[in-house]
């Protein structure tokens, strides 16, 4: 299994230079987890082919509107379709009330339910099946605004077919020894899981970052991810200004990454004073690389 992420909007604060606020799609096991859902985003999910209806869990990183304010079209465009299937949203409290008075104001009573799974202070577990775990945790804005990072769950470790069938191992415990554990036969003899087997591929993780200061309490968490993305709004000539917006420069967002040894590293967030993102991009490059820019509509696979 492998992750797939789309970007749909990389710009901060307002849409600028064909560059529509935060938003992206990652994809795991045929999942489709929305990651904010700034202004337009269901119009740039037309336009990149992501099915509405494919998306069950939404995670919005804090109330700034260039993080959320697509969320009411998104949710209203999924009644009108029909929807039926059940919604989480992770988020901070207040998004409920906002939703909630705009439903009922224009009167509308879902087809489907939203489950509202809020925040709470700290690190956590957000949710977990047999595949994946998702954790959030805290970033350093103005406003309290989380960190998600997505991690595959350790996969099942390759069988050696031939060894397994000279050794005479029962079908039923192959899953067994898939789950590592060694085989005892009924004489006694015992079969070491690490002669019958290999390691299965590492397990892939994506790191997401929206709005922070430069954070290196971050450092732990995002330790060798495959993929991080992390805002980079200002160019370093104005740390004062990305200081006092709490902000990343692109800069910092390279140390960042180099820092935690990550293996990829996406700058996003760009404020509309850069039409080009070139400076932006060499910037980061001075620190770290692979580096690439959050543009709409690009698919990275990892
Ligand atoms: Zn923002
Ligand atoms: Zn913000």
Redesign the pocket.
């Known amino acids: 299994m492998s992750f797939e992420l789309l970007i749909l909007g990389s710009s901060?604060?307002t849409p600028a230079h064909q560059r529509n606020?935060?938003a992206q799609v990652l994809t795991f096991n045929d999942k489709n987890y929305l990651i904010d859902c700034g202004e337009a985003t269901q119009m740039q999910m037309q336009r990149y082919k992501v099915k509405a209806h494919r998306i069950d869990k939404i995670f919005i990183s804090?109330l700034?509107g260039?993080?959320y304010l697509g969320l009411m079209g998104l949710l209203s465009s999924m009644h009108l379709q029909g929807r039926e299937r059940e919604l989480t949203i992770y988020c901070q409290p207040e998004l409920k009330d906002i939703l909630a008075l705009q439903f009922q104001v224009s009167d509308t009573a879902l087809r489907f339910v939203i489950n509202y799974q809020f925040f709470t202070p700290g690190t956590e577990v957000l949710f977990e099946d047999e595949q994946i775990r998702v954790i959030a945790f805290e970033l350093n804005h103005r406003v309290p605004c989380k960190g998600f990072l997505f991690c595959e769950k350790p996969r099942q470790r390759n069988l050696i077919i031939e060894k397994v069938q000279n050794a005479g191992i029962p079908l039923d415990f192959y899953q067994e020894l898939k789950a590592g554990k060694d085989y005892c036969d009924n004489n006694g003899l015992v079969f070491k899981n690490k002669d019958l087997t290999i390691d299965p591929p590492a397990s892939k993780s994506y790191a997401y970052c929206?709005?922070t200061l430069y954070q290196e309490s971050l450092i732990p968490i995002l330790k060798g991810v495959d993929l991080l993305y992390h805002?980079a709004?200002f160019m370093h000539d104005l740390l004062d200004r990305a200081n006092e917006t709490y902000h990343t420069t692109s800069l910092q967002a390279g140390q960042i990454a180099s820092k935690a040894q990550v293996k990829k590293l996406i700058i996003g967030?760009f404020s509309a004073r850069y039409k080009d993102l070139n400076p932006l991009l060499e910037e980061t490059k001075s620190v770290f690389a692979p580096v690439y820019l959050a543009e709409e509509g690009l698919v990275y696979n990892f």
């Open positions: 901060s604060a606020p935060a804090h700034h260039d993080h929206s709005d805002e709004t967030h």
